[in-house]
């Protein structure tokens, strides 16, 4: 099926408009519901929460940040087929139009006992329902010799923002026969395709340029990623000669990176004075999520599938990269559909509205060339202790040029639609 705009706002609506929610009782306490987040599990929760409660909750939005630049799609930017403020937006619209409440600082701690969001400013925000949807935190430590003071010179560009367009510069600023060294993440990790994607819109930005003699060296600790048939059949398309991927049987691990001089060791070789490297470490949820002791011992957190409940507290929901999801991957479009159940159970506890059982859905595409786009996606629901696909798709190697460009065309209607649900 493809998916525009108007399919997009149409399904998300379909709750919206069936009537089933209940309106706020004259002269009793709104139960509040504070979410921390702003991102796509965040903002959609507060603006579903208040919107079809109809007055019925008090929700405040805790997101420090007045903008948010969306992680989906930066790659188009590197690639040059977006601008940096095509992918970013504001919160005045949706939080207006809606009825939640921003509060614009740092969430630095949740008092599970007291049900309380400690503030930046020393302020305590207290909760009927907590959601958390604080994204990924990166693991400093997980490349020998990269650090959070080297993300700098050795960027890794995975939260989208200043990173975003640091990258942007110092690809742009590749000479022609310059070498970029991608150091790729284990799993689990936000976009299992991103990195892949990002290769191509690097290797499609070079290309452009001219720079046909520069080379793209991906150094990944997995045996295997994402869409690779796909990647690797358009690597060789378009991009003959200019992207080695290399696995951990090969590269024998990365054993030091040298930010002063650029230079990456791997037990097989050594880069040295790389035009550009991307270090992308491993991942665990943010923070905040941590240290409420909401995760386990894999860095992420525990939900009930049927709901996106912490499985640490009856009183809190997780969403998005900071969760254990089952078979649904970290993305924006898993954050957005987590987002939807988790605010239509919360209606049901707190505002007496019906509820349904939980259905989800994700797909994730990749640009790899101008009109050469491919995608994977699924359906979800509860089952068998984790959320579990029930249906799946991936694109094929060797479809049609026509069929390649209509997957784009869903891909650039499936960001506007997913940003207007999201934003306004």
């Known amino acids: 099926m493809r998916i525009d705009r108007r399919h997009f706002l149409a399904g998300a609506g379909a709750l919206a408009s069936s009537g089933l929610f209940a309106p706020a009782v004259l002269g009793q306490a709104k139960p509040r519901v504070v979410i921390v987040g702003g991102g796509p599990g965040g903002v959609t929760a507060a603006k579903y929460i208040a919107k079809d409660s109809a007055g019925a909750l008090d929700v405040v939005l805790v997101e420090p940040q007045r903008q948010f630049t969306t992680c989906f799609h930066s790659n188009l930017y590197l690639g040059g087929f977006r601008s940096f403020d095509s992918i970013t937006h504001g919160y005045d619209r949706v939080s207006s139009a809606h009825g939640f409440r921003m509060n614009h600082q740092m969430a ?6 007291k049900k309380e969001v400690l503030l930046a400013d020393g302020s305590r925000l207290g909760y009927e329902r907590l959601i958390l949807s604080p994204g990924i935190d990166l693991k400093y430590d997980s490349v020998p010799g990269w650090g959070r003071e080297h993300e700098e010179t050795m960027p890794h560009a995975w939260r989208a923002g200043p990173q975003t367009q640091l990258l942007k510069a110092r690809l742009d ?6 070498v970029i060294v991608m150091i790729a993440p284990p799993n689990p990790y936000r976009c299992p395709p991103g990195p892949y994607e990002r290769v191509s819109m ?4 070079l290309k452009r340029a001219g720079k046909t003699r520069s080379k793209i ?8 990623f994402s869409k690779q048939g796909l990647f690797q059949e358009g690597w060789e398309k378009h991009y003959p000669g200019m992207v080695e991927w290399i696995g951990p049987k090969i590269h024998d691990g990365i ?6 001089t650029n230079t990456v060791v791997t037990g097989f070789e050594t880069y040295a004075n790389a035009a550009l490297v991307n270090v992308i470490p491993a991942q665990m949820a943010g923070a905040i999520a941590r240290d409420a002791g909401l995760a386990n011992a894999s860095g992420f957190c525990p939900i009930d599938p049927a709901s996106m409940k912490s499985a640490s507290d ?3 929901y997780v969403l998005g990269d900071a969760t254990i999801a089952g078979d649904m991957p970290k993305s924006g479009f898993s954050a957005n559909s987590q987002a939807k159940v988790a605010a239509l159970m919360v209606r049901g506890e707190l505002a007496n509205a019906r509820t349904f059982p939980a259905r989800y859905s994700n797909t994730c595409w990749s640009l790899i060339q101008t009109d050469d786009t491919v995608k994977v996606g699924g359906r979800y629901e509860a089952k068998d202790g984790k959320i579990t696909a029930v249906e799946t798709f991936i694109s094929k190697t060797g479809e049609s040029a026509d069929l390649r460009k209509q997957t784009q065309e869903e891909n650039m209607g499936w960001y506007a639609g997913i940003v207007a649900d999201m934003f306004t």
């Open 202 to 205: 690097m290797a499609h930005a």
């Open 255 to 260: 054993k030091s990176v040298d930010p002063k």
């Open 173 to 178: 600023a590749v000479p022609d026969g310059g």
């Open 108 to 113: 630095s701690r949740v008092d599970r006992e």
């Open 217 to 224: 060296v991906v150094l990944d600790p997995k045996e295997s």
């Open 314 to 316: 009856p009183n809190i």
